[in-house]
């Protein structure tokens, strides 16, 4: 598995907060220009931390009811998850070395 | 990974950079790239282009970005991911300082266009994804039905704005004027908006509230009276900066940070050239930031020959 999963607001629970690794979510809608800038990026990293970290994608037009819960109000937001807890919570379109250090110190 | 046998090295990889590493590179010139974001530049945040020739359907920012970068590697062009520091003269060559090392070359043109500027107050980089917000066009949506500010007055403020008020309850531009720069169809169209209501001679002094925003305080330019209106967005669009602070007292600058050049957009040091929105006077289009690479990358072959 490389590309990032979609997940909707029914499945956030089961693969996002019951998962047995940490999971990173982009929160992201396609109008968002931003967003598609660090799309293939995190088609890298899904790659590269393989096993270790899952990256999934949540689309807020068609699923506000995840992006309400965590109160996003800017995108892209990448939020990390761990055992069911929001460990991490970054906003806005980042460099690949420095999302690479995010998730390094968030797998710490 | 220091290689010193670069013949020009390009500093910012939008439109302007992009299009001089293409000449340069087809022009056989061992060139080097150094872009400290994202490839593409501004436009990339751009929906939709629709007045860069060629694309008679318009094209997405992004879109355009990515085939400007595939265009120029295809020939040749080396990027590296690195923030250029300075700029060092050491005789005939330029040494580019950047925060992966430090290279060499016997050209420099450098393209680092703009970033929008901030208000640079108490609350801004605090709530930054909690409410206030760069960009209307992303994050609109999560303020349906809620009272926001916008915080500007020229044609990006406005256009904001009206996006804004397809989503939020009401939109309060806020300007530090008394009439706006933006041009005269947009102005209309937000007058007659009822959703958009305007603060005139206003400043935002600060921006406030617990886990997310919840009111910004004013004060009015003339007579100082200060005020705070209930929001949960702040939309910032106060224009741009030039990506020029590295090269204070290196290069000659105007005030307002943009390099000053010639028309064959050489700087005032032999062998260094800018182009694009980092210069003074640039149009600062995608097109006009296009033309200024195509022309400092033809006269730095001049300069190497
Ligand atoms: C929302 C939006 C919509 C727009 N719409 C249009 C449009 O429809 N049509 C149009 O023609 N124009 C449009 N523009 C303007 C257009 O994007 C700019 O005029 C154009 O991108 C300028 O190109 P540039 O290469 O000079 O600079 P930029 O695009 O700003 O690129 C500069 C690059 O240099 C990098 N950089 C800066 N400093 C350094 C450093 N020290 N080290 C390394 N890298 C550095 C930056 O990261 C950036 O990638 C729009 C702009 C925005 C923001």
């Keep these: 598995?490389?590309?990032?999963?979609?997940?909707?607001?029914?499945?956030?629970?089961?693969?996002?907060?019951?998962?047995?690794?940490?999971?990173?979510v982009d929160f992201w809608a396609p109008w968002c220009q931003p967003c598609l800038m660090i799309a293939p990026i995190l088609d890298e990293l899904a790659e590269e931390f393989s096993g270790r970290m899952n990256i999934v994608r949540v689309d807020v037009d068609q699923n506000l009811k995840s992006a309400v819960k965590y109160s996003i109000m800017a995108i892209p937001s990448l939020l990390i998850f761990r055992n069911g807890k929001l460990i991490t919570n970054v906003v806005g379109a980042k460099r690949k070395q420095d999302l690479k250090q995010i998730i390094d110190d968030a797998l710490k | 990974m220091v290689d010193n046998n670069y013949e020009?090295?390009?500093?910012?990889?939008?439109?302007?950079?992009?299009t001089a590493g293409l000449y340069t590179s087809r022009a056989g010139l061992n060139s080097l790239l150094v872009e400290g974001g994202l490839v593409g530049g501004q436009i990339v945040s751009a929906e939709l282009v629709e007045n860069y020739p060629g694309f008679p359907d318009g094209i997405s920012g992004f879109e355009l970005g990515q085939l400007m970068y595939q265009q120029a590697i295809?020939?040749?062009?080396?990027?590296?991911?690195?923030?250029?520091?300075?700029?060092?003269?050491?005789?005939?060559?330029?040494?580019?300082?950047?925060?992966?090392?430090?290279?060499?070359?016997?050209?420099?043109?450098?393209?680092?266009?703009?970033?929008?500027?901030?208000?640079?107050?108490?609350?801004?980089?605090?709530?930054?994804?909690?409410?206030?917000?760069?960009?209307?066009?992303?994050?609109?949506?999560?303020?349906?039905?809620?009272?926001?500010?916008?915080?500007?007055?020229?044609?990006?403020?406005?256009?904001?704005?009206?996006?804004?008020?397809?989503?939020?309850?009401?939109?309060?531009?806020?300007?530090?004027?008394?009439?706006?720069?933006?041009?005269?169809i947009l102005q209309e169209k937000a007058l007659s908006e009822p959703k958009i209501q305007f603060l005139w001679n206003a400043i935002v002094d600060e921006i406030e509230g617990e886990d997310l925003v919840k009111r910004i305080k004013l004060r009015e330019v003339k007579t100082g009276e200060k005020s705070t209106l209930e929001v949960a967005g702040v939309f910032i669009s106060i224009g741009l900066k030039p990506n020029t602070d590295y090269l204070k007292g290196i290069l000659p600058l105007d005030t307002a940070g943009h390099i000053i050049t010639n028309d064959k957009m050489e700087t005032e040091i032999p062998g260094i050239f800018a182009a694009g929105d980092v210069r003074s006077n640039s149009a600062r289009q995608a097109i006009t930031a296009a033309g200024d690479g195509a022309t400092a990358a033809i006269y730095t072959e001049k300069f190497l020959s």
């Design chain 2, 8 to 18: 020009v090295i390009i500093i910012g990889g939008g439109p302007a950079g992009l």
């Design chain 2, 74 to 184: 295809k020939y040749g062009l080396n990027t590296i991911i690195a923030e250029a520091t300075g700029i060092e003269l050491r005789e005939k060559q330029k040494e580019v300082k950047t925060t992966e090392g430090n290279f060499m070359a016997k050209a420099a043109i450098i393209a680092g266009g703009s970033e929008r500027r901030k208000l640079s107050i108490p609350g801004e980089e605090k709530f930054i994804g909690r409410g206030v917000s760069y960009c209307a066009t992303c994050d609109a949506t999560f303020f349906r039905e809620l009272s926001v500010a916008v915080v500007g007055g020229g044609d990006a403020a406005i256009t904001e704005a009206l996006h804004l008020a397809k989503f939020a309850s009401k939109v309060t531009v806020i300007h530090r004027r008394d009439q706006l720069r933006a041009g005269r």
């Design chain 1, 1 to 24: 598995m490389s590309e990032p999963l979609a997940v909707n607001d029914d499945e956030f629970d089961q693969i996002v907060l019951q998962s047995e690794i940490p999971v990173l």
